[in-house]
């Protein structure tokens, strides 16, 4: 079945430490998206890849990195620099079109220590 | 931005129907997306308007009014399982992402 995966579901990062987490997609889209969830906030931006090997910030990029080196690929990297990194992050792709749907992965939830 | 706001929580009986708002500022507008997302899982598509009217699927129904900045997510015939927080969110042009509102939980009882 074609869908979105992500690992692992849950994450714990320690000070200072930076920690990837991994979102692959077997839809043959062409654009994929990083998202963040906060309680009583909507989902925010922090990524966007339209195509392979290009990658453009969202909203709230600092303290985040990615990488586009594959179609079906788009590790997000949390870094020691995101000083709040507590969160439920979600990945999303999309094929381009009038519609544009995005469809999400399962969610990855990230705890510190 | 764009400010984009929904109910923060609404309750309604089951086999009752329950409609959510949305209403939107935004420049640029180029269509409205609905999601459902339950606790800890993945937003899961419902519908899509680009143009004014009302959409059916099934159970779900969605209207937009692009005059009026204005949608709304109808449900019909309550399940306990729709219990859950449903998402409106914005495509602008020119964006690649969608511009989501805080999302409205749902509570259904019995």
């Known amino acids: 079945d074609g869908g979105i995966t992500q690992s692992p579901k849950y994450l714990f990062r320690k000070e200072g430490q930076n920690v990837t987490l991994s979102c692959e997609q077997n839809?043959?889209?062409?654009?994929m998206y990083w998202y963040r969830q906060d309680p009583g906030q909507g989902l925010r931006l922090i990524y966007y890849?339209?195509?392979?090997?290009?990658?453009q910030k969202g909203d709230i990029a600092e303290g985040y990195s990615v990488s586009r080196e594959k179609k079906e690929s788009f590790p997000l990297t949390v870094t020691s620099a995101q000083k709040n990194p507590t969160a439920f992050y979600l990945c999303?792709?999309?094929?381009?079109?009038?519609?544009?749907?995005?469809?999400f992965g399962p969610g990855t939830r990230l705890l510190v220590l | 931005g764009q400010n984009i706001d929904q109910p923060t929580e609404m309750t309604a009986t089951e086999g009752a129907i329950v409609q959510i708002n949305c209403t939107y500022q935004t420049s640029g507008f180029n269509g409205l997306f609905w999601y459902q997302q339950h606790a800890g899982e993945a937003p899961t598509f419902l519908s899509y308007n680009v143009l004014d009217g009302l959409e059916e699927k099934g159970r779900f129904s969605s209207f937009l009014s692009r005059s009026k900045g204005y949608s709304y997510l109808l449900l019909k015939e309550l399940q306990m399982k729709d219990s859950a927080s449903y998402l409106c969110?914005?495509?602008?042009?020119?964006?690649?992402?969608?511009?989501f509102g805080t999302g409205t939980r749902l509570t259904v009882i019995p």
């Open positions: 839809l043959n889209h062409d654009a």
């Open positions: 890849s339209q195509i392979v090997n290009d990658f």
């Open positions: 999303a792709s999309s094929r381009p079109g009038l519609q544009e749907t995005q469809y």
């Open positions: 969110a914005v495509k602008k042009d020119g964006a690649n992402n969608l511009f």
